[in-house]
């Protein structure tokens, strides 16, 4: 069986279509990954023409739901070009959204999907039709049928590993799709190919309302967490290393890393001194956060923490975002950042209609009390379908009402917004006298100037503080990640593109 899985990522960082290719790979089938990271018309055409060229079994698309109005459009002209391709799509929004997408494709995959790519394959080659697979919905006269879902995969370590450059990958770029090369490699992946990205576990702890975990947990009933020994991890990293002897950086991706026990912390960090000795960046829930976790990976390497505060309203928290951490713990988490060296990068979520005024107040009082430097990745509240709070908007705005998920970076810029994004650059006593004035026209014109000089000016270079802090202060490291990350930040600013903390 030969298949044709298209990524519609800005990067070619997407971990659940190099998990489903290595996947085939390893199965004896064939499988190519196609990148499109730009949008358009003639990158459409150009996925038709590959695919009329190569002639695959199966075409799959996996996609995020800002991503799904392209992936509409390359299936929808994909099935016109060629109905007897069976068009299968996955990934987070068609598992919410499964009825959306079986308006152009044939069949949308539920969940995780490792296992139902490879029955598919499976059927294929022995003539079957795909009806009986689990997990995979589709339309039969007209009608919507979703098959029982298999359980959550809970031996993560059988999975072969997914590839940094993947064999048979090929992306689109200068109107047509080539093959990737490590020069085509290092342009479409976030700091030039030399941070790896991986993941050591599946599920949260958590189901924040706003994040896909909120879904999922319903969706399964469950909200186990899986992970992987700490040698097949390192495995898989130690692999990587020999490949690119010039990774810079190991980004953990895990939805809360330091919901591993401290002894597969411990087993971790002692093999991953010997073997990798990279920094490292990980995620977690500030609740997760413990000494003695930190003082075992700050020792192996650990330079950043991604956190989420997310509001400073206790009562937002609990009642909106169902985030049962108290800003007294999410403050103690990151005093022992601090106090062990570790950088930390905190989110927040803005344009939040259900709090008012007095709620981002709370943000910024939190915020304030954040020992320093530290750097804020700032978000608008995006509403996804099949999350809680979708529901909840729909409940406050009615069932008419339609949330906009395109622009989650694009956070108004309210004179309170901007005071929380400066927050970390400024004295305590400016913060409180700019919010104590914040109705004089004259206080708030001097406010805007300096919000653009630190903004502009004294962000990057704090930004370039905290990486030599994560680096052990080693300048020429820092140097030689610095101009990779800067082309990142500016790529993340303006486009679509970024990652979140937990
Ligand atoms: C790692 C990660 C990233 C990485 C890599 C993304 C990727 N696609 O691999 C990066 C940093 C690039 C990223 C970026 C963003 N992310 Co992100 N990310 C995640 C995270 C934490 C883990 C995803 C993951 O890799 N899981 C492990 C793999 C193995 O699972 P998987 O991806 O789900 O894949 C499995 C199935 O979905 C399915 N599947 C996947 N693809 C396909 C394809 C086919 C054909 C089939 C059949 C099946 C299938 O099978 C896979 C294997 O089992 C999730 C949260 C989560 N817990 O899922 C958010 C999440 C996917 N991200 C999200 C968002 C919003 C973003 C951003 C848009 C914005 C932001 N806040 O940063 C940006 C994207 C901007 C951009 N233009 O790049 C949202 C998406 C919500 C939605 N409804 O669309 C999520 C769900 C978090 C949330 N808020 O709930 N992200
Ligand atoms: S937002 Fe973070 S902590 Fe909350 S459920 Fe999602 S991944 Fe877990």
Partial sequence: ?????????????????????????????????????????????????????????????????????????????????????????????????????????????????????????????????FYSIQNLAYKKDGTVVRNPLRPLIDDLDRFPFPEHLPEHAYVYSGDTIQPMNRALFRQFTRYDGKAYNIISSRGCPFSCAYCCNSFLSKLYGSKKLRKRSPQNFLAEMRKVVEQFPDMMLMNIHDDCFLAQSVEWHREFARDYKKWINLPFIVRSTPLHLTEEKIVVLKEAGLGWVTMGLQSGSEQTNRDVFYRKVSNDTFLEATRLCH?????????????????????????????????????????????????????????????????????????SRSYLNKLVRITPLISEGMVDYFLAKRSRPLIRCGFNVLYAFLSIVVEPLSFFLLMLKSFGNSLTMTLRIAWPTFKTKIRERLTVFGSEAS
């Avoid at 971990?15 to 199965?27: R, W």
């Avoid at 190519?32 to 730009?38: A, G, K, N």
């Avoid at 023409?49 to 299936?75: K, L, N, T, W």
């Fill in 1 to 129: 069986m030969k298949s044709i899985l298209v990524s519609l990522l800005p990067t070619t960082e997407n971990f659940g279509i190099k998990y489903i290719h290595s996947f085939l790979l390893k199965n004896g089938h064939h499988s190519s990954i196609v990148f499109l990271p730009r949008h358009t018309e003639s990158a459409c055409a150009a996925l038709v023409d590959f695919i009329d060229r190569q002639r695959p079994d199966f075409v799959g698309c996996g996609f995020m739901s800002y991503e799904a109005p392209f992936a509409r459009r390359i299936g929808t002209a994909v099935k016109k070009r060629f109905p007897e391709i069976p068009l299968v799509v996955g990934g987070i929004h068609p598992t919410i959204n499964p009825e959306e997408c079986l308006d152009y494709a044939d069949y949308v995959s539920l969940g995780e999907s490792e296992e139902v790519m490879l029955e598919m394959a499976e059927h294929f080659d022995r003539g079957q039709s």
């Fill in 339 to 411: 106090k062990h060296g570790i950088s930390g990068y905190y989110d927040v979520i803005l344009d939040n209609p259900f709090e008012n005024d007095d709620n981002v107040i709370e943000t910024i009082d939190v915020l304030k009390k954040v020992p320093k430097p530290f750097q804020l990745q700032l978000f608008s509240l995006t509403f996804y379908k099949g999350t809680d709070i979708y529901d909840m908007y729909k409940e406050k705005f009615g069932s008419d009402s339609d949330p906009d998920i395109q622009n989650y970076f694009r956070y």
